[in-house]
C-alpha cells in the first residue's frame, strides 16, 4: 500500500448493499457475487482487487478511486474468496461457476438417462463436481481429512449411483416422463448424503457462533446442524426447476417431426435450457436463507446456553454464524 493514502469514504465497504433480512435482498446480493461472467476474471485481477478490499478495511485506497470501484472489487473478492478464511477458492468450487459448470452436467444427466452406463458415468461426474462445491464452500473454521472427504465423496457418489440406476431400472415400463425425472431424485438423494458427509467435522466439533457484535461465544453442533440442513434444502431448490419442468417441456417438443429430424442438438439445447434455469435458481436457491445465520439461545446445547448466560446474562438472545453455501 506505498501509493495509498488514507481516505474517509464515509462508507463501510463490508456493509451489505442491500438488506439482507430479506428475500429480495439476499437475491440482489447474490445476483452480483454468483454472476458467472466473474469467472472469467483473471486471477491477477482478482489478487489486486482483494489488495483493494483489505485496504479499504484499513483505511488505505488508492487516490481517485471511485465508490463503483471499490464496489466492483468487493464483487469480485465476494466471488472468488472464502468468507471465512479469505483465501482464494478453487475455480470449481466457487458459486459464480454454477451456472457454466451445472449446465453442462444437468444437461446431459438429463439427455443421457437412458441406458445404465450413461447414467452411471454422468453421475459420477456430477458428484464430483458437487464434492468440489461443497468442500469449497463448507465453514472454513472446521477442518476436515483428505480421509474424511474420500469417505464423503465415495457415499454420496454411491448414494447417487444407487438411486439413479434403481429407478432407471425400475421405470423401464413407466411412463418416459417419470424416467426423465430420474436424474433429479439422484441428485436429491445425492445432496442429502454428500453435503452432511463432507461437512461432517462441523457437526461433531460444532461451528463458531458470536453474538450480533462478531464476538466469539463459543461451538455448537446445533447450529452446524441447522445451517447444513439449510444448505442441503437450497442445493435440492437450485437444481429443482430445470430438472422437473425441463424434461416435461423436453417430452413435448421431442413430439413435434423437426425435433426428430434434429435429434443431435437435444443436447446442447438441454445444456442452454438448464443455462436459462440456473442463471435465476443459482442465486434464489441461495437466497432462501440468510448467508449470517442466527439461532436462538434456547435452542443451543445446554452448555454452551448456561456458559453464555453466566457470561452475559439475557443480553445474548440469538448467536449467529456462517452457514456456508
Same mark, same amino acid.
Given at each position: 500500500?506505498?501509493?495509498?493514502?488514507?481516505?474517509?469514504?464515509?462508507?463501510?465497504?463490508?456493509?451489505?448493499?442491500?438488506?439482507?433480512?430479506?428475500?429480495?435482498?439476499?437475491?440482489?446480493?447474490?445476483?452480483?457475487?454468483?454472476?458467472?461472467?466473474?469467472?472469467?476474471?483473471?486471477?491477477?485481477?482478482?489478487?489486486?482487487?482483494?489488495?483493494?478490499?483489505?485496504?479499504?478495511?484499513?483505511?488505505?485506497?488508492?487516490?481517485?478511486?471511485?465508490?463503483?470501484?471499490?464496489?466492483?472489487?468487493?464483487?469480485?473478492?465476494?466471488?472468488?474468496?472464502?468468507?471465512?478464511?479469505?483465501?482464494?477458492? $478453487?475455480?470449481?468450487?466457487?458459486?459464480?461457476?454454477?451456472?457454466?459448470?451445472?449446465?453442462?452436467?444437468?444437461?446431459?444427466?438429463?439427455?443421457?438417462?437412458?441406458?445404465?452406463?450413461?447414467?452411471?458415468?454422468?453421475?459420477?461426474? $456430477?458428484?464430483?463436481?458437487?464434492?468440489?462445491?461443497?468442500?469449497?464452500?463448507?465453514?472454513?473454521?472446521?477442518?476436515?481429512?483428505?480421509?474424511?472427504?474420500?469417505?464423503?465423496?465415495?457415499?454420496?457418489?454411491?448414494?447417487?449411483?444407487?438411486?439413479?440406476?434403481?429407478?432407471?431400472?425400475?421405470?423401464?415400463?413407466?411412463?418416459?416422463?417419470?424416467?426423465?425425472?430420474?436424474?433429479?431424485?439422484?441428485?436429491?438423494?445425492? $445432496?442429502?448424503?454428500?453435503?452432511?458427509?463432507?461437512?461432517?467435522?462441523?457437526?461433531? $466439533?460444532?461451528?463458531?457462533?458470536?453474538?450480533?457484535?462478531?464476538?466469539?461465544?463459543?461451538?455448537?453442533?446445533?447450529?452446524?446442524?441447522?445451517?447444513?440442513?439449510?444448505?442441503?434444502?437450497?442445493?435440492?431448490?437450485?437444481?429443482?426447476?430445470?430438472?422437473?419442468?425441463?424434461?416435461?417441456?423436453?417430452?413435448?417438443?421431442?413430439?413435434?417431426?423437426?425435433?426428430?429430424?434434429?435429434?443431435?442438438?437435444?443436447?446442447?439445447?438441454?445444456?442452454?435450457?438448464?443455462?436459462?434455469?440456473?442463471?435465476?435458481?443459482?442465486?434464489?436457491?441461495?437466497?432462501?436463507?440468510?448467508?449470517?445465520?442466527?439461532?436462538?439461545?434456547?435452542?443451543?446445547?445446554?452448555?454452551?446456553?448456561?456458559?453464555?448466560?453466566?457470561?452475559?446474562?439475557?443480553?445474548?438472545?440469538?448467536?449467529?454464524?456462517?452457514?456456508?453455501?
Amino acid at each position: 500500500y506505498a501509493k495509498m493514502a488514507t481516505v474517509s469514504l464515509g462508507f463501510n465497504i463490508d456493509a451489505p448493499r442491500w438488506d439482507q433480512s430479506t428475500f429480495v435482498g439476499r437475491l440482489k446480493h447474490f445476483l452480483n457475487i454468483t454472476d458467472p461472467r466473474t469467472v472469467l476474471v483473471p486471477e491477477e485481477e482478482l489478487d489486486q482487487a482483494k489488495a483493494l478490499v483489505e485496504g479499504c478495511r484499513a483505511g488505505l485506497v488508492p487516490p481517485g478511486s471511485s465508490q463503483e470501484q471499490l464496489l466492483y472489487a468487493k464483487k469480485l473478492y465476494d466471488s472468488a474468496f472464502h468468507p471465512d478464511s479469505g483465501e482464494k477458492m $478453487n475455480f470449481i468450487g466457487r458459486m459464480s461457476f454454477q451456472v457454466p459448470g451445472g449446465m453442462a452436467i444437468t444437461g446431459c444427466m438429463l439427455q443421457f438417462y437412458r441406458t445404465v452406463p450413461a447414467v452411471v458415468f454422468w453421475q459420477w461426474v $456430477n458428484q464430483s463436481f458437487n464434492a468440489f462445491v461443497n468442500y469449497t464452500n463448507r465453514n472454513a473454521a472446521s477442518p476436515i481429512s483428505l480421509r474424511q472427504i474420500g469417505v464423503a465423496y465415495v457415499t454420496a457418489t454411491g448414494a447417487a449411483l444407487a438411486t439413479a440406476v434403481g429407478l432407471n431400472l425400475y421405470t423401464k415400463r413407466a411412463p418416459p416422463l417419470l424416467a426423465r425425472w430420474v436424474p433429479f431424485a439422484a441428485v436429491a438423494a445425492a $445432496n442429502c448424503v454428500n453435503i452432511p458427509m463432507m461437512r461432517q467435522q462441523e457437526i461433531i $466439533n460444532g461451528i463458531t457462533v458470536t453474538d450480533e457484535n462478531n464476538n466469539e461465544l463459543g461451538r455448537s453442533r446445533r447450529a452446524a446442524v441447522k445451517g447444513i440442513a439449510q444448505v442441503v434444502l437450497s442445493r435440492i431448490t437450485m437444481a429443482a426447476p430445470g430438472m422437473i419442468i425441463l424434461p416435461i417441456i423436453m417430452e413435448r417438443l421431442e413430439k413435434f417431426p423437426f425435433m426428430q429430424r434434429i435429434r443431435v442438438l437435444h443436447g446442447p439445447l438441454q445444456v442452454l435450457l438448464c443455462g436459462g434455469f440456473l442463471l435465476f435458481m443459482v442465486p434464489a436457491a441461495c437466497a432462501l436463507f440468510p448467508q449470517q445465520c442466527s439461532l436462538a439461545l434456547a435452542d443451543l446445547e445446554m452448555e454452551l446456553r448456561d456458559s453464555i448466560m453466566a457470561k452475559h446474562g439475557d443480553k445474548v438472545p440469538y448467536v449467529y454464524f456462517n452457514k456456508g453455501l
